[in-house]
């Protein structure tokens, strides 16, 4: 029940294309769903996050799209650019929960390459 | 300067040893939290703290030990190494729980530990 599933493992996509990471929880008291974005040899940073009662959210080119009744969620990049290129996380949380289904739970992470 | 810093950022070790990795946030966050990251596993969680002197299990907790005498900082403590531990150590801070609080995580830079 905790679990975020989370593909492709990996993707490579030409400069320009849509790359469409796809995420699946099974948590229905979950509540917040942020996606991570790493670059090699740094941390995870916040990249864009969703809560439930919207269906889609963006944020320059990274657009979120939210099924609440599927129980998915998946991360489009428009235009896509080599600096793209990094593992995408997503997750998922209870917001403002103290225990540990406040913690966030990640999907296991989609390596992006996006070509020249 | 303002952040989180963990220390040292690569380290080689043996089996048996312990070892310590060390963990530092200047925001005076409440939760600290450890992670492993390896490839096909993602991000599993260690341990977490809501505040000093409270700790808590994550996903991954077997041989390893946590402490948390000072806000500020979260030593991960590894105290008989085995070379299944080799993986990179992810240091994560966040704000606290309160309603509405979507807990945030805010990443060091990792720490890279060998086990031979």
Known sequence: QQQVKQSPQSLIVQKGGIPIINCAYENTAFDYFPWYQQFPGKGPALLIAIRPDVSEKKEGRFTISFNKSAKQFSLHIMDSQPGDSATYFCAASKVGYGGSQGNLIFGKGTKLSVKP | ?116
């Open chain 2, 1 to 116: 300067d303002a952040g989180i810093t963990q220390s040292p950022r690569y380290k080689i070790t043996e089996t048996g040893r312990q070892v310590t990795l060390m963990c530092h946030q200047t925001w005076s966050h409440s939760y600290m939290f450890w992670y492993r990251q390896d490839l096909g596993h993602g991000l599993r969680l260690i341990y977490y703290s809501a505040a000093a002197d409270i700790t808590d299990k994550g996903e991954v907790p077997d041989g390893y030990v946590v402490s948390r005498s000072k806000t500020e900082n979260f030593p991960l403590t590894l105290e008989s190494a085995t070379r299944s531990q080799t993986s990179v150590y992810f240091c994560a801070s966040s704000e606290g729980r309160a309603q509405g609080d979507t807990g945030e995580l805010f990443f060091g830079e990792g720490s890279r530990l060998t086990v031979l």
